[in-house]
Structures are given as C-alpha cells and as structure tokens.
C-alpha cells in the first residue's frame, strides 16, 4: 500500500446532510470557467446514500449527467452498474457516487478528426474538488473505502504522491482523508472504448481484488488505519 502527503483532515466533522443542502440550495457555483457554461449547473451533483460506507469518486460530467443533474447515468454509468451488481452491492444504500468537477468540460479535436470530451484542467479540479466534492466526501459518517475511477479522479484523491498509469487495482491512502484505503480502477468509459476480451478480463481481475480485501475481508480498513503519513 502507498500513501501521500496532502492537506490534513479537519479536526471536526461537519455535518454531511449540512453540507449536501448548502451546496445544493445556494446558488449555482460560479468558481470557473466550467461553471458558466451550463444552465444545467447545481452546484453538487451525486447519487447513492450520503450514509454508505463506499465513496466512488467520477472525473466528471457528460452531457446526460448534466441534464440529470445525476452523475454516471450515461453509457459508462450502465458499465459501471454491471460492475456493482458483479460487486453485489446496491448503489442506492451502498456506494455514494459524485465526480471531482460538478460541470462538464467541452469537446476537443482528435487528430483523427473526431470530437472528444477533454479531461478537466487542474485549475478546473482545483476550484471544484476541494470546497465541494473533496468536502463532502470527509463528512461522510460511515466512510470505509473510496473507490477512484479513472486517472484524473486517483490523482485528485492522492494529489502529491506521483501515481503510474499502472495504478488500477492497487491500495493506497493519503492525508486528505487520513485511515481510509482508497481502491483505484479505470474509468467505465475505458472499458466501453474498443471492448475487448482482455479488457474484460482485467476488469473482473480488479473486480475480485476489490471484493476479496475489502468486501469478503476488509483487512485493508485496519491497514490503513495503520499506514504513517508522509512527515508523520
């Protein structure tokens, strides 16, 4: 299991319920440029039971999610629930999901020509992730797992700590939220892009990985509640 250094847990924790009606009832965030590009902005967009013991963190909205106001309700939100009920957890009591940036970034030519959503910019992640989703996700009562999906939503959760492209299907922690082991694995959408057996294939892998340490055994609860941080 690796670790990171980033900014400490706040000594008390704030009410979840508290923090989802202030960020839902006031008024559309206006932080960046994504923010004012969409008459569909909430301000927090999330789906699962606030109470779960599973955090899934998303990179961010397409334009289904927006228009739901619901994240990963699109082609890879069905990927991804094939995923749950192989897990055999339920997504409505089990798992709280919500991406890191609550606006959808724009498309952008491919050198084939093709249009694509971009990944959001850091400047983007960082006016969203930490006074909104990273906020949230600390004020979660009965957090034991956070579950990344996708590179850009295992570097926001682990930030300082330099990450590989080889980081699916490994255990870290990091100071942000101190004790709680944090479960990498690609993007839904990488699965769906190109499908292929071996695809698949290392998706169940990962898959079992995750059900076998945590879910089976959750041995990892206690290991990372035993890993010293950086500078510690």
């Known amino acids: 299991m690796q670790f990171s250094l980033l900014l400490a847990q706040p000594e008390e924790r704030e009410s979840a319920t508290d923090v989802v009606r202030e960020l839902r009832s006031s008024a559309p965030c206006q932080n960046c440029r994504l923010s ?28 289904t999610e927006m228009m739901a106001g619901s994240p990963l309700v699109g082609k890879s939100g069905q990927e991804f629930e094939k995923w ?7 997504t409505k009591s089990d798992i709280f999901v919500t991406p890191i940036i609550q606006c959808q970034p724009p498309q952008k030519k491919e050198k084939d020509g093709t249009m694509v ?4 910019l850091q400047d983007e992640i960082a006016a969203c992730w930490y006074p909104r989703t990273l906020r949230l996700i600390q004020a979660m009562p009965n957090l ?32 942000l939220i101190p004790g709680i082991p944090v479960f990498c694995m690609d993007h839904p959408e ?12 290392k998706t169940k892998v990962i898959l079992d990985c995750f059900r076998r ?20």
């Open 144 to 175: 034991e797992c956070i579950m990344t999906l996708g590179f850009a939503a295992a570097k926001a959760m682990l930030g300082g700590d330099p990450i590989s492209k080889t980081h699916e299907g490994r255990w870290f922690v990091s100071s």
């Open 190 to 201: 990488e699965s769906l892009a190109k499908p292929t057996p071996e695809k698949k294939g």
């Open 36 to 63: 004012l590009l969409h008459p569909n902005n909430r301000g927090l967009m999330y789906r699962g039971d606030i109470n779960a013991k599973i955090a899934v963190l998303d990179i961010a909205p397409r334009s």
């Open 84 to 90: 749950v009920r192989y897990l055999n957890v339920a």
């Open 213 to 232: 340490e945590y879910l089976l055994n959750p041995k990892v609860i206690e290991i990372a509640k035993n890993t010293p941080l950086q500078g510690s």
């Open 117 to 120: 959503q971009r990944m959001p």
